[in-house]
Structure formats: structure tokens, C-alpha cells
């Protein structure tokens, strides 16, 4: 474990504490104020970029991990990987992604020139180069021994071995696990070790999200031309709709329903929701006629909300697979980030967590937004969330 004040084992948010080129360094509106972090988040930053970023490569071992598989959506690559970094961790091994070019969320213009999902959107998740690990011949993924999940073989000896998101992601002992060097301080925090790996999801999700200086700079532009440059006002709910094909993993929720819980945020937490503002995401366009028309199923005065002119589809029929390769993958990847963005910058929260987007949308606020400690409520569990759903 890195050397670190006690002080930031709590939860006061310290920006200035994470390490380089984090997302934090984003939200600096006129009107932030000191939050809350999810308890550890600067301990555990540090640790994982230290692990991630050492001074010399040539004298560690690697897990090489291929993250992106067939149709995977983008909450759910990211919350794999937490799996695969947890696995590095544990293995003392560091994470570093194979190279897919040719993989759907790469294929698109945008990434053209790169090869892994880092390179393209994010900052890099290590500083040892596939390449250089492997002495500048990158090998075939074939011949690269697999991790041995249930950890009955001795691979200490192997510099390198490999996992797959297809199946280091269907293992629940690794899904429901955190990182054993990370036991020690998480006995502090009073959380229930059940609930540990949501602790361990949300910090990885957070190394994990940090957008490169050309993604920052693709998201002003879009900002300004799908927000037309408008800014979240103190005060507004992000509420995240996600329908579609989803009901074949979940039952799904009425619009109605999250309406409702935004007037309960609303009329419960008036001193943090000071205006009737909403800032709606979803991939509905139906979700997003009914929201224009508020004021039917309103109990109070109108609601005003917005939302990114993005496209959006309403047949439940389509698989949103399809959908993307209609618009282009990467063009949904980075509209999908702009939509993040601005709803990290709400101060409140409506969601439903079996929807991997809207977990990500609570572990970012929790962690590199600093507002772990603003009202977030679910459509199906309330105001408790006890169930994390993987």
C-alpha cells in the first residue's frame, strides 16, 4: 500500500490529492463546493496507478487482457474489467490490454490510428506498452498461457499470461471479489464485506474512466453542437432511463416511475434540488416525448429538462447493436460519454441499477465527482440499495 495521510482514508473530497490526468480536473463549475468521496478513493487511486505506472517495465509480469468482446456493451466492458484488474492486482501482475483494432467500438473513424480501447478514448491503463513487454514483436493471443481463474496451477513463473472478458467476467467468486490488498483498509470502513466489490467496481471504474485531451476536446465540441453549449444548473436531477431490449435482463420501469422519484428527490431534499430541473439520458426516444410533456403527471409546477440531440430509437424490437451500426459505434461511444459528463454534473440522482450505465453514473459521482454524499434513489430498490447487481 502506497504511503498516504490518514486523512485521506475518509470521504472529504480532495481533488487536488488524485494522482495525474484524472476526470476531476473536468468539474471546476463556479459553484462546486467540498463533497464527498466514497470512503478510500485516494488510497486506493494511488494505489492502482502506482501498480499500473512503474518506473521500469522490464522486471514485471503481465496480465495481458483482451476487453472487448462480441457485442458488449460499454458499462459492461468497464465493469469486466474491473474483474481483470482485480485478478492483476491479486496476481501482482499488471494490467495491459491487447491490441483490437478491428473490434466494433474501434472500428470508426475516430480510432482509427489506435489499436486498444485506451489509447482510443482514455488515458493509458499502464505505462508498459503491449509491445514492449512482449520486446517490441507483439505475439498472437493463441499462444499466451490463460489465467488460471480458480487458482490451482502455480503461474508465478509465467512473465505473461492472458484472460478474455468472455470468460474472466463469468466466474462470480472473481465478479463479487476486491482486491486482497485492499482487505485491510475496507475493515475500517464499517461497509459490509458483501458490499465490498461494489467498493472495488466503483474505485476501478474510476481509474479506468479518465478521458485523453482529445476525447476532452471531442466533448466540448459535441457540448456545444448536441447541448447547444448549455450548462447543468445547481440544483438539476440526471435521471437515466434505460428500456429498449433491456426487459429481457430486467423488468422494466415505467416513465412514470421515474418521475415520481424525482418529485420525491425534489420535495425530500429541497436545500440540494433548489430548481425543477432535469437532465434526461436514454436511448428512448419515447422516454424522451413523454418527459416533453411532464406537466400531464406533475404534482407540482412544470419540470424543465433537457437532454442531448443524440439519436435515439423507440422500437423495443431492435437489438441497440443494430442501432449502433447504423450511427457508428465509436460516434455512440462518445455521445455515451457526453451524456456521463453532464450527468456527473447534476446533484442528484434517478436510476435503475440493472443497468450497467447507471451503475457507472453512481460510482463516477461517488468517487471522482465528489457527491457520494447527494441523494441518489433507484427505481426498483428505493432509497437503500442493497442489491448491486452485477
Given at each position: 500500500?502506497?504511503?498516504?495521510?490518514?486523512?485521506?482514508?475518509g470521504?472529504?473530497?480532495?481533488s487536488?490529492?488524485?494522482?495525474?490526468?484524472?476526470?476531476?480536473?473536468?468539474?471546476?463549475?463556479?459553484?462546486?463546493?467540498?463533497?464527498?468521496?466514497?470512503?478510500?478513493?485516494?488510497?486506493?487511486?494511488?494505489?492502482?496507478?502506482?501498480h499500473?505506472?512503474?518506473?521500469?517495465?522490464?522486471?514485471k509480469?503481465?496480465?495481458?487482457?483482451?476487453?472487448?468482446g462480441w457485442?458488449?456493451?460499454?458499462?459492461?466492458?468497464?465493469?469486466?474489467?474491473?474483474?481483470?484488474?482485480?485478478?492483476?492486482?491479486?496476481?501482482?501482475?499488471?494490467?495491459v490490454?491487447?491490441?483490437?483494432?478491428?473490434?466494433?467500438?474501434?472500428?470508426?473513424?475516430?480510432?482509427?490510428?489506435?489499436?486498444?480501447?485506451?489509447?482510443?478514448?482514455?488515458?493509458?491503463?499502464?505505462?508498459?506498452?503491449?509491445?514492449?513487454?512482449?520486446?517490441?514483436?507483439?505475439?498472437?493471443?493463441?499462444?499466451?498461457?490463460?489465467?488460471?481463474?480458480?487458482?490451482?496451477?502455480?503461474?508465478?513463473?509465467?512473465?505473461?499470461?492472458?484472460?478474455?472478458?468472455?470468460t474472466?467476467?463469468?466466474?462470480?467468486?472473481?465478479?463479487?471479489?476486491?482486491?486482497?490488498?485492499?482487505?485491510?483498509?475496507?475493515?475500517?470502513?464499517?461497509?459490509?464485506?458483501?458490499?465490498?466489490?461494489?467498493?472495488?467496481?466503483?474505485?476501478a471504474?474510476?481509474?479506468?474512466?479518465?478521458?485523453?485531451?482529445?476525447?476532452?476536446?471531442?466533448?466540448?465540441?459535441?457540448?456545444?453542437?448536441?447541448?447547444?453549449?448549455?450548462?447543468?444548473?445547481?440544483?438539476?436531477?440526471?435521471?437515466?432511463?434505460r428500456?429498449?431490449?433491456?426487459?429481457?435482463?430486467?423488468?422494466?420501469?415505467?416513465?412514470?416511475?421515474?418521475?415520481?422519484?424525482?418529485?420525491?428527490?425534489?420535495?425530500?431534499f429541497?436545500?440540494?434540488?433548489?430548481?425543477?430541473?432535469?437532465?434526461?439520458?436514454?436511448?428512448?426516444?419515447?422516454?424522451?416525448?413523454?418527459?416533453?410533456?411532464?406537466?400531464?403527471?406533475?404534482?407540482?409546477?412544470?419540470?424543465?429538462?433537457?437532454?442531448?440531440?443524440?439519436?435515439?430509437?423507440?422500437?423495443?424490437?431492435?437489438?441497440?447493436?443494430?442501432?449502433?451500426?447504423?450511427?457508428?459505434?465509436?460516434?455512440?461511444?462518445?455521445?455515451?460519454?457526453?451524456?456521463?459528463?453532464?450527468?456527473?454534473?447534476?446533484?442528484?440522482?434517478?436510476g435503475?441499477?440493472?443497468?450497467?450505465?447507471?451503475?457507472l453514473?453512481?460510482?463516477?459521482?461517488?468517487?471522482?465527482?465528489?457527491?457520494?454524499?447527494?441523494?441518489?434513489?433507484?427505481?426498483?430498490?428505493?432509497?437503500?440499495?442493497s442489491?448491486?447487481?452485477?
Amino acid at each position: 500500500m502506497s504511503s498516504i495521510g490518514d486523512e485521506q482514508v475518509g470521504t472529504k473530497c480532495a481533488s487536488e490529492s488524485f494522482p495525474p490526468k484524472y476526470w476531476i480536473g473536468r468539474f471546476n463549475e463556479p459553484r462546486k463546493a467540498i463533497g464527498k468521496q466514497m470512503f478510500g478513493t485516494i488510497v486506493a487511486q494511488h494505489e492502482i496507478w502506482r501498480h499500473q505506472n512503474p518506473s521500469r517495465c522490464d522486471n514485471k509480469k503481465f496480465l495481458l487482457y483482451v476487453m472487448l468482446g462480441w457485442a458488449n456493451g460499454i458499462g459492461s466492458t468497464l465493469h469486466v474489467a474491473t474483474v481483470a484488474l482485480r485478478a492483476a492486482l491479486d496476481t501482482d501482475r499488471i494490467l495491459v490490454l491487447y491490441p483490437t483494432p478491428n473490434h466494433l467500438w474501434m472500428n470508426g473513424s475516430y480510432c482509427k490510428d489506435f489499436n486498444t480501447l485506451d489509447e482510443c478514448y482514455f488515458e493509458p491503463f499502464t505505462s508498459c506498452s503491449v509491445y514492449e513487454i512482449f520486446g517490441g514483436k507483439l505475439e498472437a493471443c493463441d499462444s499466451i498461457p490463460d489465467i488460471d481463474i480458480w487458482g490451482v496451477n502455480d503461474q508465478s513463473h509465467l512473465k505473461i499470461i492472458k484472460a478474455h472478458v468472455n470468460t474472466i467476467g463469468s466466474y462470480w467468486h472473481m465478479k463479487a471479489g476486491t482486491p486482497y490488498r485492499f482487505h485491510e483498509l475496507l475493515l475500517k470502513s464499517g461497509m459490509h464485506e458483501d458490499n465490498w466489490y461494489h467498493w472495488w467496481r466503483a474505485q476501478a471504474v474510476a481509474y479506468f474512466v479518465r478521458p485523453n485531451v482529445r476525447t476532452l476536446h471531442e466533448l466540448d465540441s459535441r457540448r456545444q453542437y448536441l447541448f447547444e453549449n448549455k450548462s447543468i444548473k445547481a440544483g438539476t436531477i440526471s435521471v437515466h432511463i434505460r428500456h429498449n431490449d433491456k426487459w429481457k435482463e430486467s423488468p422494466p420501469a415505467a416513465d412514470t416511475n421515474y418521475l415520481r422519484l424525482a418529485e420525491e428527490v425534489a420535495k425530500k431534499f429541497p436545500d440540494i434540488v433548489t430548481i425543477r430541473n432535469i437532465f434526461l439520458s436514454t436511448d428512448d426516444a419515447d422516454s424522451i416525448s413523454f418527459f416533453q410533456n411532464v406537466t400531464l403527471w406533475s404534482n407540482e409546477t412544470k419540470w424543465n429538462v433537457v437532454w442531448t440531440n443524440v439519436s435515439h430509437f423507440s422500437d423495443s424490437a431492435i437489438n441497440p447493436m443494430q442501432f449502433k451500426n447504423t450511427i457508428g459505434w465509436t460516434e455512440e461511444f462518445l455521445n455515451s460519454l457526453l451524456n456521463l459528463e453532464l450527468a456527473l454534473e447534476c446533484d442528484a440522482f434517478v436510476g435503475i441499477y440493472t443497468s450497467n450505465w447507471n451503475r457507472l453514473i453512481d460510482e463516477l459521482r461517488s468517487t471522482i465527482r465528489c457527491k457520494a454524499h447527494l441523494p441518489y434513489v433507484d427505481v426498483f430498490q428505493g432509497w437503500s440499495l442493497s442489491n448491486f447487481d452485477w
